[in-house]
Every structure is written in structure tokens, then in C-alpha cells.
């Protein structure tokens, strides 16, 4: 007899809801896998107990869910087997669809390899049935099980390793669930069941179908609350998972913000940053260390530091500096010179820290740069200035104290050789022993102009007339093979400067345009006036130094070789030489230099390689004598008597040489001298009421200096001339403006003007010109 049976509805609907949930429920761990990373056959294996068992699970409750109009029994072994076989299935489908790069084809083997066990799942548990009667199986309805267990598998291993939303996992596993439920319920269908015709028969062997097997409802009990357990817990698992899962993301967010915050940081500080690995190259360099050097990320990272290194500072970093980092840890400004992309060295400060982990293994060292190039060229700048200071006060030092031994060399020698007899040989010697003392004098002045502190006498002076005046002595001096062109235009104006020292400033010039050009060349001596504009004036501005006004510039360009950058910085430094040995003393430049600044002027030089140089002499332009008349001396033998007879010299110097060398030659002069050791020995004579008609005295004299003793002799006897002899130019921010000077050494005929100009008197249309300071 043909049964057809009917399904509890309940059950049905049971079926589908453990379907759907070990859908959801496996697609869930099965997502966790791909996140998990060790852990990863943990959750591969629940994922396929899940969908298996929930398989198994479902499949029984809708077989119970079935009427037949007779007693059913399942037999254990094979419903155990059946639910080892879906979830075998299940298992090796998911993990051979998990391997890393599985395609489509791996995933439908796999679709095809776990629907068939749920197929043979599916028959398995059908064949675990006890009852009295036969069943027939349609194989059309097998067949579309079989294609809707595998389309059904191969969709949930498709979409088991996507990462979906809560949302999107739900649709899929309804999709998913109602797939394999469906599976069941169509192979359900094409199932006929034949019970025995005879009562007796069919009782007898409903007992004998029982008999070992375990009844419906026991195992709708057992199967739906082991399911539902199975799934809580394991939902539970991957909820926490999940918020593990969730924290971590949020944990390594946070940190890769951190690290790229700190990537930025370090590549967009305005310090030059880099850190080494532990082989020391390169790992890492800020935005500031690239642009200072001059080179692309690419071109340093994975780099040694000591390829941007001289190979001094490379020798030093290797086997003094890195051997100190590694076993202290730190390095502190250590010194190197890198070299930049273009070829700049730069001069650098180093420290450095070394990080280490917790077995003390070098991880990476951090470093700081700091740039000190501008900072050691000011500092040698510093130091060139100073030694420069100190050579220039010993230079004037000793000049000045030479000055008042020439002073009395001179002095004598005038006076011995009006007294020499009329011998020859003797006025020959007495000549020979002036010029020498006179060479002398002319070397003080340099040494005095290179310190700023020779006796300058400006005057208005006609330039091109003065070069003119001299250019047989320069041809004489700078020989045949070179040439000397002038260049001056009409109109120039006069320049405000000391003659004598142009004059030597011009001929130290063309010996060094002559020497550069050993082969010959041409010299061209040119002129040209110049306004330097006012600060915040549209013109454009001279050379910086220089005050506002109107200047005679007077240049000395030749054809020779020229110099470097580095030549040409250097090479108004005084004993600074490019000649040989014995051909240069490095001063001349230097005594040039001296000359133009302290004529309120500037030298400038300019000259490139191949192309020669050029000095400019900047100079101050004369100004027309506001209202000054000096009386003209007459060539006198001696000093014109006062009104009480001879003129009364008070002379004041503490050197006993120069005091009796001056005293002589005012003696010669016709003059009555008295001589005083001090400033204060001299007011003490004044104070006593002797009285005299001029002070001659020394500048540099211990306890009271010639100027402060001028401001008490000025306030307690104004009508009394005073004279400062001195080998200096400058005086003190005290002196009296106007206060006559007798430059050192001075001849017999230059004291005889200084007294006579100091003691005639001035006529009341005079206004003596300032002192300039």
C-alpha cells in the first residue's frame, strides 16, 4: 500500500529557522577566519561544524516533521554517520575555498564536493529509518536535489569569506537557509512509501523496526536544543570576537593615525632629522635634511650617512663616533662636513641616540642635524677681525713709538749737518743717513695707514693731474712690457685726500696689477664721479660702507689672471700674499685699505678668474673752504721775536731723546725753550708765572695726555697757543676742535711753520675750519 505523507507544520517551519540560523551562523565565523590570524582553523573548523551539524539538524527535524501513517525509528549509527558526513563535507569545502588566491574554479569543486555530501547526508539519514514498510526514490526529484545542494553550497562558500555588514549577512543566510531547506523538501518529494497489507504483519513489524531505534519526539528534543545551543555559544564566541575584533581595528587606527601623524611630523619638521637602521644607512629623513642638501627621498634612503660625508669626517664617523654610539647609546655634537648635491660643503653639528630593544639589540638610531656653516663663517670673520684689531694697535703702537726715534734721528741730522764743516764726504754721509731716516718715516706711514692712524693731510688734490704728475715714476717701476692707458673725462671734481699717500696708494697698485700679468698687459688708470643716494632714495646704492654724499671714484684695472672667490676675499688681509717667497710683504693692499677708510671712502675690489681685476678707490669729493685764510710762511731761516724778544717754547715729552732732539732745533731756531718731562711738570711752570708765548707738547704721555693738558691750560690761560705733536691721526673725543698738530717725525722747517703759524695772530675775517674726527 502507497503512502502519502504530511508534514507537521511547527517542525517546517522548526527545519527552516535551523537553516537559516546555521547560515547566518557560519558565515559569521567563517568571516572571522579571514581576520583571525593564527586562530584562523579554529574558527574554519566551527564554521564547518555549524553549517554542517545546522545541515544534519535540519534535515532530521523536517524528516520528523513527516507522517506516514506508521511508527518510525531512526538508527543510531547511521544518523551519527550522516552527521559526520555533512560535516566532513562541509569542512574540507571550507578550507580548500579559504586558501589564499582561490578562484572560481576552487570554489565551485569546492560548491560541488560539499553538496554532495549533503546529498549523501541526506539518503544516509534516510536510510536510518525503522519502519514497517519500503520506500522508492523518483530520480528526477534526486537529481534536483542534487543540483540544489550543490548551487546552495557553492553560494554559502562563495559568500563565507566576503566581508558583509549584519544586514547583508542576514539576507544571505535567509537565501542560504532556504536553499538547503529546500533541497530536502524537494528530495522529500520524489520519496514513496509502501506499507505491509496485513495488520498482524504490519505490527509485528513495526516492532521489529522500533526495536534500537530512538522515537520522534526524543529526538526533535535532542536535535533542536543541541542545535540552538551549538549556534548561542557560538554566536556568543563570534559577538566577542567580533568586539575584540572591533576594539583591535579601532586600536590599529588609531595607531596607523599615530605613526602617520608621526610620519608627517618627522618629514615636515623645520630640523633636519634622519634615523639610521642598525646597519647605518639611512632609514628615515625630514623634508628640512632633503631641501639643506639638496637631494630627492629616493636618492638617500637606504643609503650609509658617510656617503654625503669628506672623507675625513667619514674616517672619524667610522672609527671614532660609531663605535662611541653603540656602546654608550648617544653621540653629542659630533663634528662632520657633508656635501651637498651641488656640491657645497657644509659645515654640521651631529648628535644622536641609539634605540635598543629589550634584548639590547640596535633597532635604530635617531639624529639631529644642526647647520653651523653661516655660524663658523662669522666666528672666523670674528676671529679675523680681532686678530686684525690687535695687529693694527701693535702695528700703530710701534709705529708711533718709532715715530719719536725717527723724530730725533731727523732733528740731529738737520742740525749736525748745518753745523758740518765744509767736507764733502761728511755732508754725504749726513745726506745718505736723512734719506734713510726719511725711508723710514715713509714705512711708518704705511704701517700707520694700515693701522688707520697715519698723520693724513687732505687737501683738495686734482687726481688726473697727480697720476699724470707720476706716470714716469709707475713706468719706471713696472718695467717696459706693460702698458698704461688713462681714462679720465672732462669736468671731474677734486678729491679730498692726502697727495703723498695716493701718490703710494696708486704706485702699491700698479706693482700689483704689473705682477699679475708676468707676460705684460695693459694697466688702465680711470676716473669717474658718483653720488651714493640717501637711505629710502629710488637710486640705486654704492658699494655698502659708505655715507651718503658725493665721491671721486679713481679705479686700476689690468688684464692678468684675476683671482677666485676665496683669493679675492682675502686679499686686503695684511701679510696676505699669493707672490713667492721674498716677492710680497701682503701689506700694500692692506695700507690701500687703510687710506680710502680712514678718508671717509671705501676700496673695492672686483676681479674673476681669466678676467683680471679692478680696484676702485672711493674718496670724498672736496668741499670749497667755507671762509679760511692760511697766511702763507715765508721762507724764513729761523722763528720771528715776539714782543718781549725771542719766542718763549715750553716744550712737554716724556722721552728724554725727543724732548732733547726737539729742544735743539728750537734753540737753532732762535727760540727760548724751556723743557718739562710731564703734563703736570708743565703747569707746575705755568702755575710758578713764567710766562711763554707757545706749548709744544707730546700727545702719549703717562698720568695727563697732551689733550687733557691742552683743556686745563685752554681754561686757565686761554690766550696761550698750544701745539700737539703726534704720530696719530685720530684724537681723543675730548680734544679741542681745531687744535693745531705737528705730525711725527717732523723736520726743522715743518716746526719752524707749526710756530710761527700758531703764534701770528688771526685776523678777525677768519673762521678756522673744524677739526675732522
Known amino acids: 500500500m502507497n503512502i502519502i505523507g504530511s508534514h507537521n507544520g511547527a517542525l517546517v517551519a522548526l527545519s527552516i529557522l535551523i537553516a537559516v540560523a546555521a547560515s547566518y551562523t557560519a558565515l559569521d565565523l567563517a568571516g572571522r577566519a579571514t581576520r583571525a590570524g593564527a586562530a584562523r582553523l579554529v574558527w574554519l573548523s566551527a564554521a564547518a561544524v555549524v553549517l554542517g551539524g545546522g545541515i544534519w539538524a535540519m534535515h532530521f527535524i523536517a524528516m520528523l516533521a513527516l507522517h506516514v501513517g506508521m511508527e518510525v525509528s531512526y538508527s543510531v549509527a547511521l544518523t551519527l554517520v550522516s552527521l559526520l558526513l555533512a560535516v566532513f563535507a562541509t569542512a574540507v569545502a571550507l578550507f580548500a575555498a579559504s586558501r589564499p588566491a582561490v578562484g572560481f574554479e576552487g570554489i565551485l569543486l569546492s560548491g560541488i564536493f560539499m553538496g554532495l555530501g549533503i546529498v549523501g547526508m541526506h539518503y544516509t539519514g534516510i536510510a536510518a529509518m525503522r519502519m514497517p514498510g519500503a520506500m522508492a526514490f523518483d530520480m528526477i526529484h534526486v537529481g534536483a536535489a542534487i543540483v540544489l545542494a550543490i548551487s546552495a553550497s557553492t553560494v554559502a562558500i562563495w559568500l563565507a569569506f566576503r566581508n558583509h555588514s549584519v544586514f547583508q549577512r542576514a539576507i544571505a543566510a535567509l537565501a542560504l537557509g532556504f536553499g538547503i531547506a529546500g533541497m530536502h523538501y524537494v528530495a522529500m518529494l520524489g520519496v514513496t512509501f509502501t506499507g505491509h497489507g496485513d495488520v498482524h504483519d504490519s505490527a509485528q513489524a513495526a516492532s521489529a523496526a522500533m526495536a534500537g531505534g530512538i522515537g520522534n519526539a526524543a529526538l526533535v528534543a535532542v536535535v533542536t536544543a543541541a542545535t540552538f545551543a551549538i549556534f548561542i555559544a557560538l554566536l556568543l564566541a563570534a559577538a566577542y570576537d567580533r568586539r575584540v575584533a572591533v576594539l583591535a581595528d579601532r586600536e590599529a587606527g588609531v595607531w596607523r593615525e599615530s605613526e602617520e601623524r608621526y610620519r608627517n611630523l618627522y618629514r615636515r619638521t623645520p630640523l633636519p632629522l634622519h634615523s639610521l637602521g642598525p646597519d647605518g644607512c639611512i632609514a628615515q629623513v625630514s623634508d628640512r635634511w632633503l631641501s639643506l642638501l639638496g637631494y630627492a627621498r629616493e636618492e638617500v634612503i637606504g643609503r650609509p650617512l658617510t656617503d654625503f660625508m669628506t672623507a675625513d669626517s667619514a674616517r672619524r664617523r667610522t672609527e671614532e663616533h660609531w663605535p662611541r654610539l653603540l656602546d654608550t647609546g648617544e653621540l653629542r655634537e659630533a663634528e662632520y662636513r657633508l656635501i651637498a648635491k651641488d656640491g657645497r660643503v657644509l659645515d654640521c653639528v651631529l648628535s644622536a641616540v641609539a634605540e635598543r630593544d629589550a634584548d639590547g639589540t640596535l633597532k635604530n638610531t635617531l639624529c639631529g642635524l644642526v647647520d653651523v656653516t653661516e655660524r663658523r663663517a662669522t666666528e672666523d670673520a670674528l676671529r679675523q677681525a680681532q686678530k686684525l684689531e690687535a695687529v693694527g694697535q701693535l702695528t700703530g703702537g710701534i709705529a708711533h713709538d718709532f715715530n719719536n726715534l725717527l723724530a730725533v734721528v731727523l732733528g740731529n741730522l738737520e742740525l749736525a749737518a748745518k753745523r758740518a764743516p765744509e767736507d764733502a764726504r761728511l755732508r754725504s754721509l749726513l745726506g745718505n743717513a736723512m734719506q734713510a731716516a726719511q725711508r723710514g718715516a715713509a714705512l711708518t706711514q704705511r704701517m700707520l695707514a694700515f693701522a688707520r692712524r697715519q698723520d693724513l693731510k687732505p687737501a683738495a688734490v686734482d687726481v688726473p693731474e697727480l697720476v699724470l704728475g707720476m706716470a714716469e715714476m709707475m713706468r719706471r717701476s713696472i718695467g717696459p712690457s706693460v702698458r698704461i692707458e688713462t681714462r679720465f673725462p672732462l669736468g671731474l671734481p677734486l678729491a679730498r685726500v692726502d697727495a703723498n699717500q695716493l701718490e703710494l696708494a696708486l704706485l702699491n697698485l700698479a706693482v700689483n696689477a704689473r705682477d699679475a700679468m708676468p707676460e705684460g698687459g695693459v694697466i688702465t688708470i680711470a676716473a669717474r664721479d658718483e653720488v651714493v643716494p640717501a637711505p629710502g632714495s629710488n637710486a640705486v646704492a654704492e658699494p655698502g660702507g659708505l655715507r651718503p654724499g658725493h665721491y671721486f671714484c679713481l679705479s686700476i684695472g689690468d688684464s692678468g689672471s684675476g683671482m677666485d672667490a676665496e683669493t679675492l676675499a682675502r686679499a686686503a688681509e695684511p701679510f696676505f700674499t699669493t707672490k713667492g717667497v ?163 717725525p717732523f723736520s726743522r722747517e715743518a716746526l719752524r711753520r707749526a710756530i710761527v703759524l700758531a703764534t701770528r695772530p688771526v685776523p678777525d675775517n677768519v673762521v678756522p675750519l673744524p677739526r675732522r674726527g
Open 582 to 744: 721674498g716677492k710680497g710683504t701682503g701689506l700694500g693692499l692692506a695700507m690701500v685699505h687703510g687710506l680710502a677708510a680712514q678718508s671717509d671712502g671705501r676700496l673695492v675690489l672686483e676681479s674673476k678668474p681669466g678676467l683680471g681685476t679692478t680696484a676702485t678707490i672711493y674718496l670724498p669729493v672736496a668741499e670749497v673752504a667755507r671762509a679760511a685764510a692760511t697766511a702763507s710762511v715765508e721762507d724764513e731761516g729761523g722763528v720771528p721775536d715776539g714782543e718781549e724778544g725771542a719766542r718763549r717754547v715750553l716744550v712737554v715729552d716724556d722721552d728724554p731723546l725727543v724732548l732733547s732732539a726737539t729742544g735743539a732745533m728750537l734753540e737753532d731756531l732762535g727760540c727760548a725753550v724751556t723743557e718739562a718731562s710731564s703734563a703736570r711738570e708743565a703747569l707746575d711752570l705755568l702755575e710758578s708765572g713764567v710766562a711763554f708765548d707757545v706749548v709744544l707738547t707730546d700727545q702719549a704721555m703717562p698720568d695727563m695726555t697732551g689733550v687733557q693738558m691742552a683743556a686745563v691750560i685752554d681754561q686757565r690761560w686761554p690766550g696761550l697757543p698750544l701745539i700737539l705733536g703726534t704720530g696719530y691721526a685720530e684724537l681723543p673725543a675730548d680734544a679741542k676742535a681745531g687744535m693745531p698738530r705737528l705730525g711725527k
